[in-house]
């Protein structure tokens, strides 16, 4: 199954917890492909533009983001 979900800005529910638990949710299952139309990536830069991350922050996100794929890509092979 192919589909696509696509982010808006963060509901009040989804405030309430990390910025990448939103994405954690919505993952496919195993075989499957699910297209983010915006994603977690998003959440980095736009915070960043409008003032709301700086540097040091941007860093340790990008940093999540890379550990959160690299989990994804280990789980994946475990199948």
Partial sequence: MCDVVAFKAPSPTELKH????RI???MPERGDIRIFNRSHYED???AEVVGVI???ERKRRYE???AFEKMLCEEARRS
């Fill in 54 to 56: 700086g540097d040091k």
């Fill in 64 to 66: 999540h983001i890379n």
């Fill in 24 to 26: 954690h949710t919505l």
């Fill in 44 to 46: 980095v830069v736009a």
């Fill in 18 to 21: 990390d910025y990448l638990w």
